[in-house]
Antibody
Framework: QVQLVQSGAEVKKPGASVKVSCKAS????????INWVRQATGQGLEWMGW????????GYAQKFQGRVTMTRNTSISTAYMELSSLRSEDTAVYYC???????????????????WGQGTMVTVSS | QSVLTQPPSASGTPGQRVTISCSGS????????VNWYQQLPGTAPKLLIY???QRPSGVPDRFSGSKSGTSASLAISGLQSEDEADYYC?????????????FGGGTKLTVL
């Protein structure tokens, strides 16, 4: 089935970097953008950016520019999100999500995150 | 501080109809479609409504969405205990700050 499976929980010290992976299966990895969304405990969803697995092109939310890097390895259908200069406020669950853009069977435009990974908890603590 | 504004909480009894609002601006809801996500406790978000009012395969028709101007709404009829979850609206935003996906702060739905 179509799914995104993320890497396991991480504990990092302030100032360090973390790299989270997101492995796609059940569909053609290069056909859909991968987006990253994070959620601090008890808080809402925050979009971080996108990556086109085919071209490698990326777009980042202004808040994370300079600190986030999104890459991919098409040979293993895996996307990566690396966040550097970690601080305590970066403690959150990080999700990857597939962006489906197209026309559905009723002729309606679909532009949404239709498949989500299970989430990766990143804890930043000294 | 979310770009889209939702009420923090909503509630209803089984069988009731509840609505959740989502307010934005001309740069997001006013010019792009709205999606809704359901997040059950301890799980990843799930796409519930896309393109303002379309349901993905498998989503019950008890869930419906609408949009007017710069606001959108999610309605849940025949409320069930398993509907207890957090609900988020989302839209693409084209503003001076660049192009971003923006979310509402989320609405926690309690089934009494």
């Amino acid at each position: 089935q179509v799914q995104l499976v993320q890497s396991g929980a991480e504990v990092k010290k302030p100032g360090a970097s973390v790299k989270v992976s997101c492995k796609a299966s059940g569909y053609t990895f290069t056909s859909y953008d991968i987006n990253w969304v994070r959620q601090a405990t008890g808080q809402g969803l925050e979009w971080m950016g996108w990556m086109n697995p085919n071209s490698g092109n990326t777009g980042y939310a202004q808040k994370f520019q300079g600190r986030v890097t999104m890459t991919r390895n098409t040979s293993i259908s895996t996307a990566y999100m690396e966040l550097s200069s970690l601080r305590s406020e970066d403690t959150a669950v990080y999700y990857c999500a597939r962006r489906w853009v197209g026309i559905d069977s009723s002729g309606s435009l679909q532009d949404a995150f239709d498949i989500w990974g299970q989430g990766t908890m990143v804890t930043v603590s000294s | 501080q979310s770009v889209l504004t939702q009420p923090p909480s909503a509630s209803g009894t089984p069988g009731q109809r509840v609505t959740i609002s989502c307010s934005g601006s001309s740069s997001n809801i006013g010019s792009n479609t709205v999606n809704w996500y359901q997040q059950l406790p301890g799980t990843a978000p799930k796409l519930l409504i896309y393109s303002n009012n379309q349901r993905p395969s498998g989503v019950p028709d008890r869930f419906s969405g609408s949009k007017s101007g710069t606001s959108a709404s999610l309605a849940i009829s025949g409320l069930q205990s398993e509907d207890e979850a957090d609900y988020y609206c989302a839209a693409w935003d084209d503003s001076l700050n660049g192009q971003n996906w923006v979310f509402g702060g989320g609405t926690k739905l309690t089934v009494l």
